[in-house]
T-cell receptor
Framework: AQKITQTQPGMFVQEKEAVTLDCTYDTSDQSYGLFWYKQPSSGEMIFLIYQGSYDEQNATEGRYSLNFQKARKSANLVISASQLGDSAMYFC?????????????FGPGTSLSVIP | NAGVTQTPKFQVLKTGQSMTLQCAQDMNHEYMSWYRQDPGMGLRLIHYSVGAGITDQGEVPNGYNVSRSTTEDFPLRLLSAAPSQTSVYFC??????????????FGPGTRLTVL
C-alpha cells in the first residue's frame, strides 16, 4: 500500500500567488517526521521544510509553510508569493521507524509550474 | 566539503553486465541510503545503512547489493543489469538516524541506461 500520496500530478499557479501542494500519509507509528523536497529541472534534491509528529506548531521556512493536520494524516506544503524559480517537482517524504532504524519514504511528486 | 559525490554521472550497460555505482560523503554522516527515481514514482528506497558494517533493505532491493566498510563510502552494486533497472540513482546521507530536522543531503545522481 502506498504510504505517501500526492494526488496532484501537475499544478499551475500565477506568479506572486500562493499555492498549496497536497500530501497525505499512512503510518501506524506515533513518532514520525515529514519532509518536503524540491527538485528543479537540473535534477538535484533540495530540502525545504520538516515537521515532526509531536510538533504542536506548523513548520515555516521563509515562503514555505507546512499545514500539518495529524488527525487527517495530511502535511500540505504552502508556498506563498510564488516565483518563477519555484517551478519544479515537489516531493513529500516521511520518516518512520522500522525496528531500530529509520526509513525515509517518498511520494510520487507534484509538478508545479509558475506562470508569469 | 564536497558533500555527497556520486560517480559516474551517466552509464550505459548491456543486459547482464555488472557494475558498481560509487557514493562518498565527507561530512562524517552515519546514515546513508540509495534511491532510484523513475517517472511518476518518486524516489524509492533501495538499501540503507546506519553505520559502517550495518546495512538493511529498502522497498526495492532485488538485483542490488550494498556494503559499508567505511563511514565515507556506500557503493551500490548491480549484479546482472536488466532493462528494468534503467533509472536515475540518488545517494543520500545524514548525520544520524533521520530524526528531528536531520535532513538528508543528496548527491547529484547517476543516470543509468540498461540496453
Amino acid at each position: 500500500a502506498q504510504k505517501i500520496t500526492q494526488t496532484q500530478p501537475g499544478m499551475f499557479v500565477q506568479e506572486k500567488e500562493a499555492v498549496t501542494l497536497d500530501c497525505t500519509y499512512d503510518t501506524s507509528d506515533q513518532s514520525y517526521g515529514l519532509f518536503w523536497y524540491k527538485q528543479p529541472s537540473s535534477g538535484e534534491m533540495i530540502f525545504l521544510i520538516y515537521q515532526g509528529s509531536y510538533d504542536e506548531q506548523n513548520a515555516t521556512e521563509g515562503r514555505y509553510s507546512l499545514n500539518f493536520q495529524k488527525a487527517r494524516k495530511s502535511a500540505n506544503l504552502v508556498i506563498s508569493a510564488s516565483q518563477l524559480g519555484d517551478s519544479a517537482m515537489y516531493f513529500c517524504a516521511m520518516r518512520e521507524e522500522v525496528t531500530s532504524y529509520d526509513k525515509v519514504i517518498f511520494g510520487p511528486g507534484t509538478s508545479l509550474s509558475v506562470i508569469p | 566539503n564536497a558533500g555527497v559525490t556520486q560517480t559516474p554521472k551517466f552509464q550505459v550497460l548491456k543486459t547482464g553486465q555488472s557494475m558498481t555505482l560509487q557514493c562518498a560523503q565527507d561530512m562524517n554522516h552515519e546514515y546513508m541510503s540509495w534511491y532510484r527515481q523513475d517517472p511518476g514514482m518518486g524516489l524509492r528506497l533501495i538499501h540503507y545503512s546506519v553505520g559502517a558494517g550495518i546495512t538493511d533493505q529498502g522497498e526495492v532491493p532485488n538485483g542490488y547489493n550494498v556494503s559499508r566498510s567505511t563511514t565515507e563510502d556506500f557503493p551500490l552494486r548491480l549484479l546482472s543489469a536488466a532493462p528494468s533497472q534503467t533509472s536515475v540513482y540518488f545517494c543520500a546521507s545524514s548525520y544520524s538516524r533521520v530524526g528531528g530536522a536531520d535532513t538528508q543531503y543528496f548527491g547529484p545522481g547517476t543516470r543509468l541506461t540498461v540496453l
